[in-house]
Structures are given as structure tokens and as C-alpha cells.
């Protein structure tokens, strides 16, 4: 089983979230200067931003294990809020929107790969008992 451990350090309105990673680095949220009624939802922007990540990488690798070739991929994740039986909000809802760009030629391997893409990744996998994850997947020619 592996772990990961993060940190977080709060004082005021400057928020530390220590990742140990040399590539993402440590992540500062600072509100100092930020209106009261524009504080909210970081924590949702860093999980849409965490399945979208995931999920991306994950496609990419899959794309390159079976030799296709592509350019870059592009996407935007949606994400959905709502209230539960006893009226908490709740996430209810991610919408993965993905595009590879990629020459023609590789058409037969993003199908193929397409198929077990929505499925999930790490993350929206593990996410979706808890609430849908939709995944809309593209490919375009160069």
C-alpha cells in the first residue's frame, strides 16, 4: 500500500499546503488582498484541478504506451455543487472534457484507448461512489 502525507500550515489569510513534491512544489493561498466574497471555492478548484491532472496524465501515458504520437492535450473540468438528503453541501457532480491533438494516423489507437479512459483515473475513479464523473473525449487532426 503506498502513502502520501501533505502538510498544512494556516495563519490568518495565508494558507501553506507543504506537498513534498519537487515538481508541484508547495502551494500558497493567499487572501490578504482578496475580498471576503471571493475567498470561497479553492478547495474546490484544487479537486477539479487534481481529477483533471490525473486524469490527463493517465491518458497521455496510456496514448504513448501503445506508440500513439500527439502533440498536446487540452481539458477543462466542470464541477457541480449541490446539497444532500440532510441539506450540506456536497459535490454532486465533475465533467471531464479532454481533447488529444494528434495526426490522423493514430485515430485507431485514441478509440482504443478512449474505451478504457472512461473508466477513470486514480482520482476520478475513487471519486465516482461518491458522486458522477462524466468523461467527453475528442481527437483532433493536425
Given at each position: 500500500?503506498?502513502?502520501?502525507?501533505?502538510?498544512?500550515?494556516?495563519?490568518g489569510?495565508?494558507?501553506?499546503?507543504?506537498?513534498?513534491?519537487?515538481?508541484?512544489?508547495?502551494?500558497?493561498?493567499d487572501?490578504t488582498?482578496?475580498?471576503?466574497?471571493?475567498?470561497g471555492g479553492?478547495?474546490?478548484?484544487?479537486?477539479?484541478?487534481?481529477a483533471l491532472?490525473?486524469?490527463?496524465?493517465?491518458?497521455?501515458k496510456?496514448l504513448e504506451t501503445?506508440?500513439?504520437?500527439f502533440?498536446?492535450?487540452?481539458?477543462k473540468?466542470t464541477?457541480?455543487?449541490?446539497?444532500?438528503?440532510k441539506?450540506?453541501?456536497?459535490i454532486?457532480?465533475?465533467?471531464?472534457?479532454?481533447?488529444?491533438?494528434?495526426d490522423e494516423?493514430?485515430?485507431?489507437?485514441?478509440?482504443r484507448?478512449?474505451k478504457i479512459?472512461?473508466?477513470?483515473?486514480?482520482?476520478?475513479?475513487?471519486?465516482?461512489?461518491?458522486?458522477?464523473?462524466?468523461?467527453?473525449?475528442?481527437?483532433?487532426?493536425?
Open positions: 500500500m503506498a502513502e502520501l502525507t501533505i502538510s498544512y500550515e494556516g495563519k489569510m495565508v494558507h501553506n499546503i507543504k506537498t513534498g513534491s519537487s515538481g508541484l512544489g508547495d502551494l500558497t493561498i487572501h488582498n482578496v475580498p471576503e466574497d471571493q475567498r479553492v478547495a474546490k478548484q484544487l479537486l477539479a484541478s487534481s491532472y490525473c486524469f490527463c496524465t493517465a491518458f497521455a496510456a501503445r506508440g500513439a504520437v502533440s498536446r492535450i487540452e481539458g473540468a464541477l457541480e455543487t449541490g446539497r444532500d438528503d441539506k450540506r453541501a456536497r454532486t457532480k465533475i465533467a471531464l472534457d479532454v481533447t488529444v491533438f494528434m494516423e493514430h485515430e485507431f489507437v485514441f478509440e484507448v478512449e479512459m472512461k473508466q477513470g483515473c486514480l482520482v476520478t475513479g475513487s471519486l465516482e461512489p461518491a458522486f458522477p464523473v462524466t468523461y467527453a473525449l475528442h481527437h483532433q487532426a493536425e
